[in-house]
Nanobody, 121 residues
Framework: QVQLVESGGGLVQAGGSLRLSCAVSGRIFSANTMDWYRQVPGKQREQVATITSGGITNYTDSVKGRFTISRDNAKNTMLLQMNGLKPADTAVYYC???????????????WGQGIQVTVSS
């Protein structure tokens, strides 16, 4: 069974840093685009950062210059380095990956379980 396993969240003071990790657990053929999303209660889930299999990245405006997304295709892992954290970054963060389980499989979205990031002022 394929799962996305997140780690690295927690509590940090404003201006601090955290690094989130997302690992694909289980056997897959390939991983296409991978993303980080975040959600606060009462609001829609927001896409924070995206990275293609070729390493092209994109960020929502509010995190540009502070967050860096990266991936290791050989290990099927993805990182989100978050620097200069602000209280507004407080949310549950989710990783998402478009995965192909076998060479003949269609691409399917998988989501992590979510991990809390809390930034205190």
């Amino acid at each position: 069974q394929v799962q996305l396993v997140e780690s690295g969240g927690g509590l940090v003071q404003a201006g601090g840093s955290l690094r989130l990790s997302c690992a694909v657990s289980g056997r897959i053929f390939s991983a296409n685009t991978m993303d980080w999303y975040r959600q606060v209660p009462g609001k829609q889930r927001e896409q924070v950062a995206t990275i293609t299999s070729g390493g092209i990245t994109n960020y929502t405006d509010s995190v540009k210059g502070r967050f860096t997304i990266s991936r290791d295709n050989a290990k099927n892992t993805m990182l989100l380095q978050m620097n200069g954290l602000k209280p507004a970054d407080t949310a549950v963060y989710y990783c998402k990956a478009d995965l192909r389980r076998r060479s003949f499989s269609v691409l399917t979205d998988y989501w992590g379980q979510g991990i809390q990031v809390t930034v205190s002022s």
